[in-house]
Every structure is written in structure tokens, then in C-alpha cells.
């Protein structure tokens, strides 16, 4: 077995490449069963895996191979046709072959096992099926089977086809030049075939280069005046074009993952020695050393840019298996799915592939088994009853972006909520206030998942914290957007390569800290009075009032123990780090890093921010693993180690650390029930002297575009807003005003010279601009009188902040402004009415 | 004829400690660790050996002798263990020492018990004993 070691592992890796195709081509050969390129690519498949588990001596590997061959024989030549009972037993088999490859993997042979269940099937669907064809279907298969009895050698005789005419003739030069006699062959042979000279001219001049002259063939071709040297080029460029389509099909090859990694490393040792000496030949004068080290630092980048490449592999080699899974699934659902792909070339790092395997193959699970309705449910509503679930890949920002898209029956939302509220997880006010959008991402809760599996809430629940967490350990985002009757997509986002991350550089305690970008939302920084005021308290844990919402803050010298006065560590820079934090003793400069972690946003307060750069991370190796602080460590320009913060560790860390603090703010909030019905509500001025509001859960953020900014889109007022084109709303225009106001001209005294007061509000994943003329303020407001609205785009009045103030119907005022067109009549663009 | 082996051997708190040479990767000059807040102390921090992040134990805590004085700068002794390279701070490194298997016994009893679970044995050489360190319980932080 020993020496047979080699070759069984790379019958293995082999194997298992050829069956995820065959997998592939098995459900596409359903969908065309006549397409004979795929039959004889599953044909040679199995046939190979047959004759070297054979030679191997792998008997009942050889065996169901076997007997698949001779069914997938039939089906080239004609005499049987497929049906889905032949693609599930086909199936089948490539499972068992699967396992048994598997069972050869972990313990070297096949594992005790019976199939003959299996072959038997195998058996009679090759007896039935041919006995069927020929009898009842007569396809017109049948004419060309003629050409189809052929035997299997026809693949192999192809790939040794590019043999060249003179090869025997020129055979026997080869031990002597060999450098230019590969030339002369080709060469030779290329000038023969085009007529340009003869066999016996070439061979001359091959003798005499073996004769002893140094010249090339072309040459002496010419100086013969055979050729011209025009024809002697020419036949030279068809050489090299020839070379390089030979070296396509060569110019892969297998390498060790462990080689790529450690190259990786060595890779990050040169960056650092490259800024070590950049460093120095900043200070020099040399001009060499200058230009050595420009190169030096050139060089190294690319190098590490193409090291990367190395780990890098398409995504279409998981989505390989998807469309396998989607027939299985949908069979077992009595479904009819159709699985679309686009962007499987978009390629990440290796790792990462492995990471999104599961949670992907649960999604698409989900999608079929809740997503998609019965066919006879599709075909009520109107739709194909075969219903498609498109996967996508793309490269955005840095980001790999993944969706998984469904034209299903949509979630519903009301179920999802109910359930939602039912299990504790929100509060029914709560429930009240949530955005659609909110709403659909409820169901990656863990509470409303693990519940009953099968509630038949257009579930989606099972195990979606799962996939939730799993793509957030990878430093990813998910985001599930509905709509009824359409469908249902699942956005995921995911860093390119775990190896390399932008991140955030901090200082804290006199050491540094990489923050990774990905949680990062905002910096803020607070100075002299604000830093006194800004930040409050709340029974001893701080806050601050960030755009109106609470955000609470953690100090990282708290959390990691640093601060003066607590000690037990064994901290060099304790000393150093004893000055105090400035929010708590109210002076000096309070820097935020305001960060997102498992829905939770949390500021964190450090002493210093520097700067983002590129870390390569480390891992932190077992002794430190426990620690849920540290996501790694990486090694700064300077040589300098620093830590990588785990931001969702930090959260977690801190929340225990808060958790007295939460019980006291549960007591206090108990004192004041009614708080549940206030509504936080961002006010700004209206027209003369008017008052409107809208709810704060609806603002993204508040923004002072310069007027310059504004530019023109068709009939819209747009702005380049963190890189989208944001659609501009007047609120005057958004109301029942402007039917009094000369609204074009209205539109050209849009202010370009000032800063416009911009509230960005977010709707069913639409962002849009309100223009506004004063933000006034940002209040809570409990449920005090309402009037009904008097006129559209209002949901009603009420008193607020001691004013009557009008509430505006966001989603309302969103349509109005989309519908909206200057030209037309002032009825067009009036909301929903 | 008894087998011989080779020790790098070392010193902490005056004592002589020996880890077999093959497990060492090399001895480096101390340089400045970067402290990891929150780990246990006997963790002196990270220290960047070659563009590969290393921890480095204070051998010292880990044996729970006196703290190193000031005066003494650590060297750096780079070990092979089973989790890659970990880095032992001693004292000063002494020379390599061939000693004979026979010479070497188990760990008295009297030794303190935290000495004792961490020492294979002892090698009697003339006129001292070398305390022979189990460099993968040296590098064990007690919460794993």
C-alpha cells in the first residue's frame, strides 16, 4: 500500500475535482438531455474513475462505477433516453463513489459497505430503460446513433493530435542541438506545410546545423536562398503563437496551500524590511539608495499584490455544487427550481471560500424550501411555475458582495413580527416603529430561528442566525430585503482575504491598536466644552448624545484593565498610562470610535486615533486565543507589534461589564412606563414659521451639502452622496405648497450658494434628501392630541415641543418625489391619494 | 557508554536550568515586547521575531521565583512547542553542556510544587544540579 501511497492521493484529488463536474453536468444533461458534449464528459468521468479504481484494486468502487458506465453508455449511443429517475439512481452513484473516495481517503479502502441495492437499480434502469426506448420513444436520437456506437478511444486520440508532420525525420537530430533542433522541427515544419520550402531543402539545413554551424535553421535556410527571410519571420511568429497556446493548457499546476501561506509570510517580512528601509533612505542623500529603495518598495508591493492572487479562487468553485443541491431540493419539496449564476469568476481568498460554504448552502436551501411557492401557487399568481434563484457575485469597494435572490412569495413580515414579539425578542412598540427593512432582518435573531422549525411564518427562520453569524465571523454583513409576492434576496457581504484588512490604528494606554474597518461606522471627536458636556451618565455608565440616539461608550483602558489605577497586569506602559481618561475628568480632547457589532452600536473611547493603514494579520496562537479582546496581532512599518481589537468581543466584554449598569436603567426606566410610547422625532422648520417633524428611526443622517454640490439629473435635484447619486427633495415641493408657488421657478432658485440643510432619510433601502431650512431640534414626544392631516404627504398634527407641529408621511413624500416631474401638471406628483 | 545529550542551559534567580538543544530555534538579544493587557501575567507580551508575531512567558512567573531585578536584561531563548515558536525569558544564557543520561534523575520531592510540575528532572553535574525544564508546560498559561 505504502508505495501506491502517491498515486492513490492523486486519483483522490482527482476524483473529487471530477465529481463535483460531474455533479454539475449530471443536472445540466437533464435539462438537455441531448447534448452529447456533456454525456461524454460524465461518460469519461466515470469510466476514468472505473479503470483506475480497477487498476488500484478497489473492487466495489470499480463495481458501481461499473455498471453507472454501462448505463451512461446507453444514453451516449442513443438507447436510452434520460429521465429524472436516471438522473437521481446516476446521482445516486456519484454519491457512493463519493463515499467510498471519501472512506479511501480517511482509513485507505472503501469501508464495509453494500451496494448492491444500488447496482441493481443501476441494473434494471439498463434493462427497463433500453427495452422502454426502443419500443415506445424512437427519438430521432436514433439517426445519429450511427455516429455515437463508437467506442470511448476517441477522446484520447485528440489530445495527442498536434503530432507534426516530419517528427521522424527530424527525430534524430535531437540529442545534438536539442536547443536549436526544437527550433528547426517546428520551424521546418511550419515553413513545409505552407509550402514555403521542402521537406529535403529543411533537412539539409538540419544536417548542416548538426554539422557544426552555429547558425540557426531560419538562417541557413535563407543564406540558401530556400526561403526568403519575410516567409523565415512569418513562420516564426506562427511558432511562438503556437507556444503559447500549448502553454495555456500547461500553465497550471498544483501547490501546497502550506507553501502559499508560508510564501505569504516571507512576503510580509519583505513589506516590513522594505518600510524599515525606506525609512532610512528617507534620511539619506544617496541617490542610488533612493532609487534602489523606490524600486525596492515597487517590487515588494507587487509581489505581495500577486502572492495574494495565489490564494485567491473563483467562487463558481462553491457554487459548483449549488445546482445539484437546488435539483435535490426542489424534487424533495415538488418544486421546480431553476438555478441562474452570475459572477462566478469572482474571485477570494481561499479561506474564505470555505467559510461561506455552509451558510450559502443554507441559503439556498432556504430559499427553495420557503422562498419559492408550488408550482400551482406560482401559476395562480401569475408567475412562471418554474421559479428561478439567481445567485450573484460581484467585487464592490473592496468587498466581495454575494446575493442570493429568490422570486418567491417574499416574507411576511406580519408573521415575522408577531412571532418576533411573541418570543420576547422585541417589544411590540418596538414592532410598531421598525422600518420593512428591519423587519426582514429579524428572522437572523437567534430566538425567532431556533423556535419552532416549521411554523410555516414564510419561515426562513431555520438556522438563520447560524448563517448570520457564521458570514459575521469572517468580518461579513447580511442583510435580507423582501418584497410580498416578488421575492425574497439575501445580500452578503465579505472582505476579499482575512490575511490583509484595512483597519483603524488607535492608541490607548501608550500602545496601538488596529480597529478592522469593517465595524468601524464613524470617528467623533469632542473638544473642551463639549468634551465636559458631551459626554453623560446614566448610573455610572457614560453616553453621549450622538444625533439625537444614546450611544454608549466603553473605555478601552477600562476594558483592558490599562487605566491607572487598576493593575495585576503585567504592563510596562502601566505607568505611563496612568494620566486619566479625559470624558471621565471632564478635560482635554475625548476621541469616539463608533463602532457596530452584532447590531449593536457602541462607542469606544481612546486616547489617540492616528491613522487607517493595510495590516497583514497574525493569529494570536493558542495562549492567547481565549482572550475575546484580540482578533490577532500584526506587525506595524515600524516593527512594532500591535493588537487587533475583536470589536464583537469588545462589545461582549463590556456588556458584562455593563450589565449592573443595565439593571439600574431597567429600574429607572420602570419608573417611567409611558416611555415606551415616545417617539424620538428629528423637528425642522417649515414655511413661514411652520413646524414639521419626522421620525427619527427614519433618518440616516443629517448633512450640510454646499450648494455647489447640487447638481441636475434629468428632472431631479441630485448630489454625490458617499459614492451614490442621492435624489434631492424640496420639502416644499414634497407638499401640497407647492400648488401654490411657482414651482419652476422655484426649482432654478434652488440655492446653489449656500449650505443646504439635508435630512437623509431611509425608506424600504432608498435613501433620499430632504431639503429642509432649519433643523430645529430632536425630541421625544409621547403620544399627546392628533389632528387629521390637511393635506398629502402628512399623517397628522399634533403638539410637540409646545408647538403644533405636522408629522410627514415619509413613504408617502418618497413616491410623490419619484413620480415627480416639473413639466407636468401640479395633480402628478401628488403622494398615494 | 551511556548516551549523552546536549542542554542549552540557562540561568533564573541563580538557579541552572537546561532545555535540550534541538528544541531550540535560536537565542535572540531581548527587545522591546509588546504587552497584551487582559492576558495572564505570566505572558510578557508579543514580540516580533522576523515578521512572525511571538509570545513571549516570563519564566520567572512561570516558576514563581522573585521578579527579575532591574539591572538584568532578559534574553530571549526561542523554543520549539508544539503551538510554533514560543519565546522563554531567562536571565542569561550559559553554555552548551554535554551531560551523560545517567546522571540524570527525577525531581526531589522537596522542590516546591510549581517547580516540580513544570521540571522533567535533574541532571547532577559536579557541584550543581541542572533543573531539565518541560518547555510545553513552560509555555502553558493555566487557563487552557
Known amino acids: 500500500m505504502n508505495e501506491n501511497d502517491d498515486i492513490v492521493k492523486e486519483f483522490l484529488v482527482e476524483s473529487h475535482e471530477n465529481l463535483d463536474r460531474l455533479d454539475r453536468d449530471l443536472v445540466e444533461l437533464e435539462k438537455h438531455p441531448s447534448d452529447r458534449e456533456i454525456l461524454a464528459s460524465v461518460f469519461r468521468t466515470i469510466h476514468t474513475i472505473k479503470g483506475t479504481s480497477g487498476f488500484l484494486a478497489f473492487g466495489k468502487l470499480e463495481s458501481v462505477a461499473h455498471v453507472g458506465e454501462n448505463l451512461l453508455a446507453k444514453l451516449r449511443d442513443g438507447q436510452l433516453s434520460l429521465h429524472p429517475e436516471l438522473t437521481t439512481a446516476l446521482l445516486a452513484m ?27 437499480e443501476l441494473t434494471r434502469l439498463l434493462t427497463a430503460g433500453s427495452a422502454a426506448t426502443t419500443a415506445a420513444s424512437p427519438r430521432s436520437r436514433k439517426a445519429k446513433a450511427g455516429t455515437g456506437t463508437k467506442p470511448v478511444p476517441k477522446e484520447k486520440t485528440v489530445s495527442e493530435s498536434p503530432a507534426s508532420i516530419s517528427a521522424s525525420e527530424a527525430g534524430p537530430a535531437q540529442p545534438v542541438t536539442p536547443a536549436g533542433d526544437s527550433e528547426s522541427q517546428s520551424l521546418g515544419d511550419i515553413l513545409i506545410s505552407r509550402g ?3 521537406p529535403g531543402e529543411v533537412l539539409l539545413a538540419v544536417a548542416e546545423q548538426q554539422a557544426g554551424d552555429p547558425r540557426r535553421v531560419g538562417e541557413i535556410l535563407v543564406e540558401q536562398g530556400a526561403v526568403k527571410s519575410q516567409e523565415v519571420l512569418e513562420a516564426l511568429r506562427a511558432q511562438q503563437s503556437q507556444a503559447h497556446a500549448q502553454g495555456a493548457s500547461e500553465s497550471t499546476i498544483r501547490v501546497d496551500v502550506g507553501l502559499l501561506d508560508q510564501l505569504m509570510n516571507l512576503v510580509g517580512e519583505l513589506v516590513l524590511a522594505r518600510n524599515q528601509i525606506l525609512q532610512f533612505t528617507k534620511k539619506t542623500e544617496e541617490s542610488g539608495l533612493v532609487t534602489a529603495g523606490q524600486r525596492l518598495n515597487l517590487i515588494a508591493s507587487e509581489l505581495q499584490e500577486s502572492v495574494m492572487k495565489t490564494r485567491m479562487q473563483p467562487i463558481g468553485s462553491v457554487w459548483s455544487r449549488f445546482p445539484r443541491t437546488v435539483r435535490d431540493v426542489a424534487l424533495s419539496c415538488h418544486k421546480q427550481v431553476r438555478i441562474q449564476m452570475e459572477g462566478q469568476e469572482t474571485e477570494l481568498d481561499k479561506t474564505l471560500i470555505e467559510a461561506i460554504k455552509d451558510p450559502l448552502t443554507h441559503l439556498v436551501r432556504n430559499a427553495i424550501d420557503h422562498g419559492i411557492e408550488l408550482p400551482e401557487a406560482r401559476r395562480a399568481a401569475g408567475k412562471d411555475p418554474e421559479g428561478v434563484l439567481l445567485m450573484r457575485a460581484f467585487h464592490e469597494g473592496g468587498q466581495v458582495n454575494i446575493e442570493i435572490s429568490d422570486d418567491g412569495a417574499g416574507l411576511n413580515l406580519q408573521k415575522v413580527v408577531q412571532k418576533a414579539v411573541q418570543k420576547g425578542l422585541i417589544t411590540s412598540d418596538h414592532a410598531a416603529r421598525m422600518s420593512e427593512r428591519e423587519m426582514a432582518n429579524l428572522i437572523f435573531a437567534a430566538g425567532l430561528s431556533t423556535a419552532e422549525k416549521v411554523t410555516n411564518v414564510s419561515g426562513r427562520g431555520v438556522g438563520m442566525d447560524v448563517v448570520k453569524t457564521n458570514i459575521e465571523r469572517i468580518g461579513g454583513t447580511v442583510d435580507v430585503q423582501t418584497t410580498t409576492g416578488k421575492g425574497t434576496s439575501v445580500k452578503i457581504k465579505i472582505p476579499l482575504t482575512l490575511a490583509i484588512v484595512p483597519a483603524l490604528i488607535v492608541t490607548s494606554g501608550g500602545q496601538r491598536f488596529a480597529i478592522p474597518q469593517v465595524s468601524l461606522l464613524e470617528l467623533v471627536g469632542l473638544d473642551g466644552d463639549q468634551a465636559r458636556q458631551g459626554v453623560e451618565l446614566i448610573h455610572g455608565a457614560p453616553v453621549y448624545r450622538l444625533r ?32 486619566p481618561d479625559g470624558a471621565r475628568d471632564g478635560f482635554e480632547r475625548v476621541n469616539i470610535v463608533v463602532l457596530q457589532a452584532d447590531g449593536r452600536r457602541f462607542g469606544l473611547v481612546v486616547d489617540e486615533i492616528s491613522d487607517t493603514e493595510e495590516i497583514v494579520v497574525k493569529p494570536l496562537g493558542r495562549h492567547l486565543k481565549h482572550i475575546s479582546v484580540y482578533a490577532g496581532a500584526s506587525i506595524m512599518g515600524d516593527g512594532k507589534v500591535a493588537l487587533i481589537l475583536d470589536v464583537l468581543g469588545l462589545a461582549q466584554s463590556s456588556s458584562i461589564v455593563a450589565e449592573t449598569h443595565e439593571r439600574a436603567r431597567a429600574e429607572q426606566e420602570q419608573a417611567r412606563v409611558q416611555d415606551s410610547d415616545l417617539q424620538k422625532l428629528v423637528l425642522f422648520a417649515g414655511r413661514a414659521g411652520s413646524r414639521m417633524a419626522v421620525p427619527l428611526s427614519m433618518l440616516a443622517r443629517l448633512e450640510n451639502i454646499p450648494g455647489a454640490h447640487v ?39 434652488l440655492p446653489t450658494s449656500v449650505n443646504l440643510q439635508v435630512l437623509v432619510l431611509e425608506n424600504q433601502g432608498k435613501s433620499f434628501g430632504l431639503v429642509v431650512n432649519e433643523i430645529l431640534d430632536i425630541v421625544e414626544s409621547g403620544s399627546g392630541p392628533q389632528s387629521p392631516p390637511t393635506r398629502p404627504g402628512v399623517l397628522y398634527s399634533s403638539v410637540i415641543a409646545e408647538h403644533v407641529t405636522e408629522l410627514l408621511d415619509v413613504p408617502a413624500i418618497l413616491s410623490a418625489g419619484e413620480s415627480y416631474d416639473p413639466l407636468e401638471s401640479n395633480a402628478a406628483g401628488q403622494a398615494g391619494s | 557508554m551511556s548516551e549523552t545529550r546536549q542542554f542549552c542551559s540557562f540561568y533564573l534567580d541563580h538557579l541552572l536550568f537546561g532545555i535540550e538543544s534541538q528544541k531550540i530555534q535560536e537565542v535572540v538579544a531581548y527587545r522591546e515586547l509588546r504587552p497584551v493587557p487582559l492576558a495572564p ?31 538584568i536584561t532578559p534574553v530571549c531563548l526561542m523554543v520549539r512547542s508544539d503551538q510554533g515558536t514560543v519565546c522563554l525569558l531567562a536571565d542569561e544564557v550559559g553554555s552548551v553542556l554535554e551531560v551523560e543520561e545517567k546522571t540524570f534523575e527525577p525531581a526531589p520531592e522537596t522542590l516546591s510544587p510549581r517547580l516540580r510540575s513544570l521540571i522533567l528532572g535533574v ?5 550543581r544540579l541542572m533543573h531539565v525544564l518541560d518547555t510545553e508546560r513552560a509555555c502553558e498559561t493555566g487557563s487552557n
Not at chain 1, 428632472?715 to 427633495?729: A, S
Not at chain 2, 521575531?49 to 521578579?67: C, K, S, W, Y
Open chain 1, 94 to 120: 456519484v454519491d457512493a463513489v463519493r463515499q467510498m473516495l471519501a472512506s479511501i481517503e480517511a482509513v485507505g479502502n472503501e469501508g464495509e459497505r453494500d451496494d448492491q441495492k444500488l447496482i441493481a
Open chain 1, 196 to 198: 514555403e520550402a521542402t
Open chain 1, 548 to 579: 439625537g440616539r444614546l450611544l454608549p461608550l466603553v473605555h478601552l483602558k477600562e476594558v483592558l484593565k490599562t487605566g491607572g489605577a487598576v493593575d495585576g497586569t503585567p504592563l510596562e506602559a502601566s505607568s505611563q498610562a496612568g494620566e
Open chain 1, 711 to 749: 447638481e441636475r439629473s434629468g428632472n431631479q435635484w441630485v448630489t454625490q452622496y458617499r459614492g451614490q447619486i442621492l435624489p434631492l427633495i424640496r420639502i416644499s415641493h414634497a407638499l401640497e405648497e407647492r400648488r401654490n408657488m411657482e414651482r419652476a421657478a422655484d426649482i432654478l432658485t
Open chain 2, 41 to 71: 501575567a505570566v505572558v510578557s507580551g508579543l514580540m516580533n521575531l522576523r515578521g512572525q508575531v511571538v509570545v513571549a512567558f516570563e519564566l520567572r512567573r512561570q516558576l514563581e521565583l522573585a521578579e527579575r531585578p532591574a539591572n
Open chain 2, 123 to 127: 541532571h547532577k553535574l559536579e557541584g
